[in-house]
């Protein structure tokens, strides 16, 4: 059984950075698509980040310049690097796997960022 645990959440003033982790279980990245979403109160859940098993990768418009995700395969984690935060990045961020046509999430951190 896969599972995603995600880490590196906070309060963090505009302007600010914060790391977000998502430690993997279960699982392997070779032949997965992952990312990382985000869902803010009274909003939908928006893609902030998908990479695809070949490699490409898409960034919400919103996010391009200022968030870069990336991974560690010897230690099964997922990164977001989020610099430069305004508030309205504020919002409960996921990571997602999807592998062979399974899709796990993780339980979410909470980023706040604050004007």
């Known amino acids: 059984q896969v599972q995603l645990v995600e880490s590196g959440g906070g309060l963090v003033q505009a302007g600010g950075s914060l790391r977000l982790s998502c430690a993997a279980s279960?699982?392997?990245?070779?032949?997965?698509?992952w990312g990382w979403y985000r869902q803010a109160p009274g909003k939908q859940r928006e893609l902030v980040v998908l990479?695809?098993?070949?490699?490409?990768?898409h960034y919400a418009d919103s996010v391009k310049g200022r968030f870069t995700a990336s991974r560690d395969n010897a230690k099964a984690t997922l990164y977001l690097q989020m610099n430069s935060l305004k508030p309205e990045d504020t919002a409960v961020y996921y990571c997602?796997?999807?592998?062979?046509?399974?899709?796990?999430w993780g339980q979410g951190t909470q980023v706040t960022v604050s004007s």
């Open positions: 997602y796997l999807k592998r062979f046509g399974v899709e796990v």
């Open positions: 279960g699982s392997s990245f070779t032949y997965s698509t």
């Open positions: 990479i695809t098993s070949v490699g490409s990768t």
